[in-house]
């Protein structure tokens, strides 16, 4: 902190040593859409596993993103090998990657809690078929939970996280709460009250107050849904207390020294808006931030100012001179103002977080799109 301080410039950070760091089991990288940050993550596993890491990489992105990044045609739910990762001489490390599938993580989960009979109940019932693909939650709880299964695996000493591109990317965060709250809902506790209920005094009373619940909600939703709803929680009734008690320990596990956050933007002010979100929500919740990956800028390495060069090019073209000279010159003094652009945007960012190192990576002439681009990415991010 206090070289910060001196110096004006933000900390640097070291994410090979990081990778390095056998202590580090967890990186989760999150950041706003269109800033690289699938590149990133990807980068990151496969210079990791170059070091000699057993390494998973995990997208909770619905796109391809990251399949095309490593040169796969498609992923899936099950950890798959990434061919050609490992170059000759690079070490002894593996790297496979995944796409969260939310059906299948919660039919997973499922099995894993119940009996075959009551499990194949659950997966015929119309409203679990509904709640397991599209209900508002699922797919950050289905993510905790399948980070929960590959650290409970112990096949990989370094799991990288590719979350969605949005704000929604740390809603997983909130997936333990979220799942509390919705179990303790007064609907909830309404609709399985038939199957909790004991004695038959009990039974009466209870039944008479879900029949009139029942009477009501089933004008708003029609009798048949209330019915799936209705048989859908009984069947789950017992099966919820392990399913939060899983959340909350991946939560935990998020909280712990070995896991990481990276969250990566681009120079730009509402990716750097978005940046300063992350790095404030993940300080509310006491997640450890490794830093800020900064992608695509756009370095000056000559002395010469903009304003130099832009004087030299017009004298040039003034006198009909070299038109090649003058264009190099114009191209250098538009890179200097997008550099000052950056270096403005950025120290926005740096006076509200003074103290989140931070990498810069330089923009690549083409787009990435295969194993070799994403090691030169990697040697970008450990510069």
């Known amino acids: 902190m206090a070289d910060t301080a001196r110096s004006g410039r933000p900390r640097h950070l070291d994410l090979d040593a990081l990778l390095a760091d056998r202590a ?3 990186l989760v990288c999150c950041g706003s859409g269109g800033v690289g940050k699938t590149t990133t993550a990807a980068s990151l596993a496969l210079r990791a596993a170059e070091q000699g890491r057993r390494v998973v990489v995990l997208t909770i992105d619905p796109a391809r993103r990251l399949a095309q990044s490593l040169g796969l045609e498609e992923l899936d739910n099950e950890p798959r090998t990434v061919p050609g990762a490992l170059s000759p001489g690079s070490g002894t490390g593996e790297l496979q990657a995944m796409m969260l599938d939310m059906r299948r993580t919660f039919d997973e989960m499922v099995s894993g809690h119940t009996t075959p009979d009551r499990a194949q109940a659950i997966f015929d019932n119309p409203f679990y078929q509904t709640i397991s693909t599209s209900f508002s939650g699922t797919q950050e709880y289905m993510a905790m939970e ?9 096949d990989w000493d370094l799991i990288v996280v ?3 591109p949005s704000r929604s990317a740390l809603d997983f965060l909130d997936a333990p709460q ?14 399985s009250a038939p199957a909790r209920a ?7 009373i209870v039944g008479s107050t879900f029949n009139l619940f029942a009477k009501a909600v089933s004008t708003i939703l029609g009798g048949q ?11 789950f009734d017992t099966l919820f207390g392990g399913f939060q008690e899983r959340a909350n320990r991946t ?5 712990a020294p070995g896991t990481s956050f990276v969250v990566v933007a681009a120079p730009e002010p509402d990716a750097l808006r978005e940046a300063s979100y992350f790095v404030e929500r993940l300080s509310d919740e006491r997640m450890p931030l490794a830093g800020l990956v900064l992608n695509r800028t756009h370095p000056v390495h000559a002395t010469l100012s903009g304003a130099r060069a832009r004087e030299g090019a017009e004298t040039l073209e003034a006198s009909r001179g070299d038109e090649v000279a003058a264009a190099v010159l114009r191209l250098h003094a538009d890179r200097v103002e997008t550099a000052e652009r950056e270096r403005r945007v950025l120290g926005r960012f740096t006076r509200a977080h003074p103290t989140v190192p931070i990498i810069d990576v330089p923009a690549m002439a083409t787009d990435v799109h295969d194993l070799d681009g994403l090691r030169e990415i990697g040697r970008r991010l450990a510069s």
Request: glycine residues 10%; positive net charge.
């Open 198 to 204: 004991g004695g038959n005094a009990f039974r009466k």
């Open 225 to 235: 849904m209330l019915a799936d709803a209705s048989a859908f929680v009984q069947a």
């Open 162 to 164: 590719d979350t969605p």
């Open 251 to 255: 939560y935990q596990l998020l909280r």
């Open 24 to 26: 580090t089991k967890v």
């Open 178 to 191: 979220r799942l509390s709250s919705f179990l303790d809902g007064r609907m909830i506790r309404l609709l």
């Open 146 to 154: 399948k980070l929960g299964q590959l650290t409970a695996a112990g």
